[in-house]
Each structure stands twice: as structure tokens, then as C-alpha cells.
């Protein structure tokens, strides 16, 4: 692959033109998964466990299958045995044993909503009664919910199999810690020696879920060939795939996975729930489809949110504000089953910041609560919380303005992190830079009792990953698109756009279509910052290639040898002969046929981003309640690609973080019930909740791909919380050491 001269002015990238799947979107042509209507199709429903540990005597479906109009009931027993084995998970792993049994409990139900059998008939109501007979004897054991009393000594084991992966060794003993890792560098110990000022806090943050509208659905046809066709909401459809074939050992050639319009998924779409019951409920029920979506407390209850986490943290500074040392603990909630993103926070929460003495141990830990998935950054918003803390803490024992002692602190190119990469091209000084000279932080705090300001950094990794798009030349000079990832945020203009510029043309002349997996070569999903990035880059690729192949037909017309052809701003030349890209598509006909082209990628040039957020609070004493006056968010996205697009997902990422930081948790009683299923009692920010969420966008270009491009999705949801903890504090001189910093926290603060 080469790189494109990046000239210095776009024609498409940098603008926003309309995106192209709104107008299906605004008047509700735009298909879901739970659209689909297929004949003879069938209902299927999902009986879940009450309990939050208990092991499975025996499950009785006897009656439920006598039912009229149940036409099948599966259980555990219906699904291949597997042995372990490590796949990927989006942008995590997991063993596809604990998967298969997430899917359906075997022997064990080990939270709250676990699923343990499901039904199809002929409508959703007799599904539903059928699983009113299902009878189930469970032994209720005691439930562990907590990561510190998890890793107790005499604590309950959740799986017999489960041994401590430690520094690449496998313990010897049952236990809860699925994983110990260790990031460090330099001396520890000296670091802290040479400190003048030292902080160190124990913070404790609670699980919170995705939030997306649109519940999980699948729905399968089982043909008697041996072929499935699965369509779902899913952020990757090669991944709904990979994972129904390992979970169901059904070849992957065999299974075609149609993508449907998803509802948000912000990382809790990698993994699949519904597509494996909906797949083998179609083969036991004479091959006929069936269709799962859930309710939303069927979301909440049992697909995964992130982790809840007990994180300590130490630094300290020198007389000059240098950082001489960091360390840190990270207890992370698995879960279930292991997975959670403890490795990427491990790196999250001190990479803003030159370390030279570093030590940080992150475990993961299995507890009764579902298994937790991948959330925007994931495990990043926990880690950056805690570290922001102290960093605003420090700088305040120094007498230092935030801003400035992050300049002071902040990595550039060429630093290390404590795992020991070092940085390419970032823009960390230059965001800094942008919120210290920006109206927001210019401008005093408005006059009022109780108002505080807060800043808070964020850093995230970004991805690159595996990715394909195929185009054809129409005569008309458009061009149309395949590509294979899935459009969460506005991808299929992004990506258009991206095309368009490579071959000169509009945004609006390239029809972008994604599509179903037997129609395109192998993508990703999206997720990890990627799309814009890797299937963007793929995309160039394709138009390069309809550049070279069209320079082909331009030489047969004017009978000149294709190297005496160039192609610049859309207009193909040779000598004083010239035709735009469109006159040329129209004589396509005269020159041998159609022109299509394709191609796959695997980019490695993800440069991560980084994010500074400043914002004005307000607390009222009395309740606890914390009002967001003014909130501004600063971040590097290397080149936007759409302006409009790139602003509105930091923007999301702010609401989300915002939610987090004050309202979002997962309530529990002893018994490990989930107490807040819902939408009302889940509290979710909304629009009166939030001002508006002003953006300045940084564009120091990624020199790793041909546009400049950084993924931008993420590292807007890592600030937040620690930002508004900061404003609190000078709001009401409370350090919030608790997620999500509710009324009855901020209280319970002013009380201590």
C-alpha cells in the first residue's frame, strides 16, 4: 500500500454532505432486524433463570412441548460439547466453551436473566406460555458480586475449570481471578523518593450497560441443505458468523449473515445471544425460520455492560511538577465468564502522561453479574477517571493551573508508554493546547453559588484490523459500493466520501451498499475507532484500482499507450485529449464493458487519540443534584472525513460519559436480582439533562493513512466522568472517588 500526497486542500473530505441512508432512516423505510418478515416464519422465546448462582438439577420441557402451536424447545443438551478454545470477540476474546454456555447455561446458571432454554411456535404468545411449563430444579448457591470479596480465599467458585492465567503461567487451583497482567518500567520505588507531593485514593466505579434503543434480534433459516441464513442487528456480520460456527461447529461456508439497520450498539453488538437459538430452533422445527428479539429488560439483565471495577491509585510529582512515578491496582468485573477489558484500561489511565517510573497490575475477575462486553473505549472510562483525579489533585498541591501541568507532563511523539510502546504521530500538546486557548476556558465561570470548573484527559488506542470493499462503474459516471461493515454512525458516507475523492467525483455520485457476507470479502466489524479508518482505506484501494483500469479504457479510445494516460481532479488526460471520470463511464460500452474492482486491506497505521474535556457545573447542596452548565470537548481526529459526522459522535460520547458519571449503575439486591431493568429505573441522560455539547475538532493528520485519518468514536466517553468529579470539586471541594457521583453520593461527599 502507498500513501496518497495529501494535497492541501480536499473537494469531499472535510465537508458533510446529507448522508446517504437519511431519508430511508427519517421516514422509516430503513429495515431492522425486527422487520423481518419471512413465510412460515416463527416466534421464538427465551426462558431465563431467576437466580444469580445456581447449579441446574434438571430441566423438565415435557409440557411446554404438548403445547399447540410450540413447534420446538432446546436446551443446552442441543448444542454441540466443545472444548476450549480462544476466539475473538470483537474487541476482546473469550473462550467459545463460555460462550456456547453463556448462550445457554449447561450445568450452571451464574447471573440473574442467564438464559436456559427457548422455545418456537406460531406466535410469540404461545412461546411465552410454553415457557411457563418448563419446569427447572435449581440449587441456589450463595452469589459473589463483588470483585474484592470475589478474590477472597473462601469465596464461592463460579467456574470449576477457571485457573489464574498469571504473567502467561496457568495456576493449579480453582479460582475467580481469570487473569493477573503487569505493565512497568523504570523503578518504582525511586520514583516515589524523589516525590515532593504524593497522592493515592481507591476508587470504585459500577457497572453500566451500552444504552442502545434497539434491542438485540435474531432470526434464522435452517435450509435442509445444511446452509443458514441469519439476518440480526449485529456491529459485525462476519463476526455473527465465525462466532455461530464455533459455537454450533457448522462450517462458515455454510452460514450467510445479512446485516440489518442497527439501533446503536457502541460495542455491545459484537457477541451473539439470539442467532445461535434461532439457528438450531429452525432445524427442530422442520426448517422453517424463527425469529428472537428481546424485551429491554431481557437487555439489561443478560447482555453484557461493562465492567464495574475497584481501582487504587498512586502518584506523585517533584518541586518542578514533573511526574516521577505512577502506580495502580485494577480489580475489573468479568462477569460470568472472563473477558474484561482490564488489559486496554491497564494502559488507558497513564498514557496522556510521561512515566518513567511506572507500575500498574490489572486482574479479571468472574463475579455474578452477565458478561461484560465491549463499551466505546473499553475499560478506559474507569482508568481515565481515577488517574484524572489525581492528576487534578496534584496539580493543585503544585499551585499549577490543570491545563498547564498536563502541558508539562503530556507525551508526544517518540515518548513510551509504561507497556513500552512508544508514540508515532499524536496530538496531545496540540489539544492541550486548543482548550487552554479556547472561548470555554477563556471565559470566567458564570456567576453563581456552587459552580466549578473540571478538565479531564483521554487517550485511546484505535484500531486497524481486516477489511474488504468491492465498487462498479456505472455508465451514467456513478459508482456503486459494497462494503462490509456495518453502518453504526454514518459509515456509508464517510466511506463514499472517501472514494469520491480518490476518484474525483462527488460524494452524492457514489451509492454505497453494505453488504451480506457471501457478497463481499472478509470485514471486521465495527468497532474499536476502525471503520473510517481500515475499510476507508480499503475503499481508496478499490478506487485506485478503478483509476488504473479506466486509464486501460481511456487509451483504447484514443489509442495511445495507457502510461501516456494521467488522471488528476477527476479528468483523465493524454496529450490534449481529456475526459471527465462521467464522459468517460459513458463510453464504458465502446471499450470492453463494465469496470469493477475490489480490495482488502490490513492497515496497521491506527494512531491513537486523545480528547481534553473542559465543564462548568453546578451542585445543589440540598440533593446532591449536578447540573452541567457548559461542556466543551477537544479532541485529535487526524483528518475529519465529515465534519458534521465526526462532531456528532464526540458529542455522543459526551452524553454518554455524562450518564456514567452521574446516574448509570446496575442495582442489585443480596440475591444478585437486578433491581433496574428498565429504561425508567436505568436513568439515562436526556436532552434537559445536557447543554449543548460544543466541539473543536484538532486535525494533526495520522501519518498512517492516505487521508490523515484517526478513529474519532471512542475517546470522547474517556474524559467525562473525571472532568465533572474535577468540577465538582471546585464546585463544593468534595473529591468524588465513586461512579456514578448520584445525589445520594454527592450528599453523602459533603458530609464526610
Known sequence: MTTLDKPTEYKVIGTSPLRHDGVDKVTGRAAYGADIRLPGMLYGAVLRSPHAHAKIISIDTSDAEKLHGVHAVITAKDFPDLESKIVELGESVIDRKYQSNNVLARDKVLYFGHAVAAVSATSLHVANEALSLIRVEYEVLTPVLDVRKAIEAESPILLDDLRTDEFGKKGDTPTNIAWHGQNACGDIEKGFKEAKFIVEREFNTKMVHQGYIEPQNGTAQYNPDGQVTIWCSTQGSFGVRDQVAEILEIPVSNIRVIPMEIGGGFGGKNGVYLEPLAVLLSKKSGYRPVKLTMSRADVLAATGPTSGSYIKVKMCVDANGKITAAQAE???????YPGSPVGGAMVVMFAPYKIENGLVDGYDIVVNKP?????????????????????????EKLGMDPIEFRLLNGVQEGDRRID????????????????????????????????????????????????SASA????????????????????????????????????????????????????????????????????????????????????????????????ENGVFSSGDKK???????????????????????????????FAVHIVDVEVDPDTGKVQILRYTAVQDVGKAIHRAYVESQIQGGVAQGVGWALNEEYLYDEQGRLLNASLLDYRMPVALDLPMIDTILVEVANPGHPYGVR???????????????????????????????????????LKR
Open 330 to 336: 485494577l480489580l475489573y468485573e468479568a462477569g460470568a
Open 371 to 395: 458478561r461484560t462486553a465491549a463499551y466505546r473505549a473499553p475499560g478506559g472510562t474507569n482508568a481515565a477517571f481515577t488517574a484524572e483525579v489525581i492528576i487534578d489533585e496534584l496539580a
Open 420 to 467: 513500552g510502546a512508544a508514540f508515532k504521530t499524536i496530538g496531545y500538546l496540540e489539544t492541550l493546547q486548543a482548550a487552554k486557548e479556547s472561548d470555554h476556558y477563556k471565559s470566567p465561570l458564570p456567576t453563581g453559588p456552587n459552580r466549578g470548573r473540571g478538565v479531564a484527559g483521554g487517550f485511546w488506542f484505535n484500531y486497524g484490523g481486516k477489511s
Open 472 to 567: 462498479s462503474v456505472n455508465n451514467n459516471g456513478t459508482v456503486s459500493l459494497l462494503e462490509g461493515s456495518v453502518d453504526i454512525g454514518g459509515s456509508r458516507t464517510s466511506l463514499a466520501m472517501q472514494l469520491a475523492e480518490t476518484l474525483g467525483i462527488s460524494a452524492e455520485d457514489v451509492h454505497p451498499i453494505v453488504a451480506d457476507t457471501d457478497s463481499v470479502g472478509y470485514t471486521e466489524g465495527t468497532y474499536g475507532s476502525r471503520t473510517t479508518f481500515a475499510t476507508g482505506w480499503a475503499v481508496i484501494e478499490t478506487g485506485k484500482a478503478l483509476i488504473e483500469k479506466l486509464k486501460e479504457r481511456a487509451a483504447i479510445l484514443w489509442e495511445v499507450e495507457k502510461d501516456t494516460v494521467t488522471f
Open 579 to 609: 475526459l471527465t471520470f462521467k464522459e468517460l463511464a459513458e463510453k464504458l460500452d465502446e471499450t470492453g464493458g463494465p469496470v469493477v474492482a475490489s480490495a482488502a486491506v490490513q492497515p496497521r497505521g491506527n494512531n491513537p487519540g
Open 711 to 749: 478513529g474519532v468514536g471512542e475517546v470522547p466517553i474517556v474524559p467525562p466522568p473525571a472532568a465533572i468529579a474535577n468540577a465538582i470539586y471546585n464546585a463544593i471541594g468534595v473529591r468524588m472517588t465513586e461512579l456514578p457521583m448520584s445525589p445520594a453520593k454527592v450528599v453523602e461527599g
